[in-house]
């Protein structure tokens, strides 16, 4: 595995391997690098201090990049020898010397989450066969910025899914792991399937792109594999397919989160949903229905509805004060993600809407955190809570230590990409040492929590008529975990998890 990483990071000018023949790390950080995290506050940057290998001194780096990163440049004429569908099926890692010790991985956890969330005695020692498909556009055309970003997003993801390895070999749990490159390819993704190594896989994960991603749903459903979709959060590229297992949870699944959190705190009369003449906003009003129809049929009083007619000129006409007046609390939810000029004027209008002492709180969408012009003011005195899939606590020992190994084995920081890859690889490797190739009949029993976010599998099926004898058929498996983010102190943090 390490010469095959190795190869592939050499011919990468995004990473450049570590050197670790006679270095030591220093035990204190010099004062003049102090720690200054994010905290992923948007408002303000940050540094953290990490011990560079390589120059063999203290160097400041950023906590997250200030721009996105959209592409990777090969080497031409490196001698590096470029992944390709033929790359030999990767050893058990052997380096224990550099496998992080992170609480959750250790045999010293004190506080598993569950089972399959912690080492120790797995029923089965048999190694089993996994296929990692993912797109290393191998032999791409230098200065394709589409092929190289996704390009990036797989190397992360396999540095991660790398050190998960490491760990679980330390647990005892052995694994055959062969890695392939899709190239983003729909004829590539076709011939991979003939693959020995992808025939012979009793777990498949991955690929990136939603062509190839239903591609490979199809054969998994055919040859009744269970497939791990990694990155996309669409719930329609495969139905009736019980073998497909989608780590990211759908956007009704993070509508009922806000709505569950909200509910947790809030009388069914003290919440307004406010939404736009948008096709997405008012699918997500759908979502929310259907999400409180069963508490609604039980007698439980109706939720409040507020629609905003017309275009960016009526934003300035935006008044809750009706909806909000003469109640001591008061949330609104608000499912709009893509205009932040309109999500600026409705938090003006709450803000002018609520009265002194009035508990208000804002429920808005994952793509608010990453919002660049926003009036982070507005976010505070709105009480501000988003839902996130992940979240990386730069406060976190764990976390901090993730990123020190990560940084000592590759010369780089982490991507959210790279804690996915070793979050999906350890629970997943761990469900295998416990029950065998049948994982997907055992999600819904095993949750855990990995370094960035959760993991809560729900069987996913369509609706059927009342009084049907028709049986529902499984769509497939979904994480339904999402963290719930409140901006408090000018940084977001995650709120406690509400049980569904």
Known sequence: MNLLFALLLSGCSFFKPASSTGTTTPDKVPAEYGTTPRQNNPAQTGTVSVYDPVKREWVVVQTKPQEKIDTIRWKEGSGAVPITADAPRLPVPTDRGSV????????????????????????????????????????????????????????????????????????????????LDTKADTNEMYRLLRHPDVQNAQLLMGPYRRDNIKIVAEYAKRSNKPIVSPFSAVGTLTQDNPNYIQMNPSLESHCQALLNHALSEFRP??????????????????????????????????????????????????????????????????????????????????????????????????????????????????????????????????????????FARYAALPNPEAFAGYDQMIYFGRLLANFGPNVKDNLERNQGKGLHTGFTFTRVVNNVPFGSEQFAPTQRYENRFVHILEFAGYQFRPLPTIPR
């Open 269 to 406: 009369d003290e919440i307004v949903v406010v939404t736009r003449n948008v096709v997405g906003e008012q699918n997500c009003l759908e979502f929310l229905r259907k999400a409180y129809a069963p508490k609604r049929a039980m007698g439980n009083p109706a939720i409040q509805e507020y629609f905003l007619q017309g275009d960016e000129k009526s934003y300035g006409t935006i008044n809750l004060r009706p909806y909000i007046q003469n109640k001591t609390q008061a949330a609104i939810i608000v499912p709009s993600w893509a205009d932040e000029t309109y999500i600026f004027y409705l938090l003006r209008a709450v803000k002018s809407a609520k009265a002194n002492g009035q508990k208000v709180v804002v429920y808005g969408m994952p793509q608010w955190v990453d919002f660049e012009h926003m009036e982070f003011d507005l976010y505070e005195q709105c009480q501000v809570r988003v839902s996130q899939v992940a979240f990386i606590d730069d406060q976190s020992p764990e976390i901090l230590n993730f990123k020190k190994e990560f």
């Open 100 to 179: 992080p010790v992170i609480p959750g991985v250790s045999n010293n956890n004190p506080n598993p989450v569950s089972p399959v969330n912690q080492p120790g005695q797995y029923r089965n020692t048999n190694p089993y066969n996994i296929a990692v498909l993912l797109p290393f556009m191998s032999g791409q055309v230098s200065g394709s910025v589409e092929g190289n970003s996704v390009a990036e997003w797989a190397i992360q993801y396999y540095g991660g899914l790398k050190m998960a390895l490491s760990a679980l070999d330390l647990e005892g749990i052995r694994l055959n792991v062969s890695v």
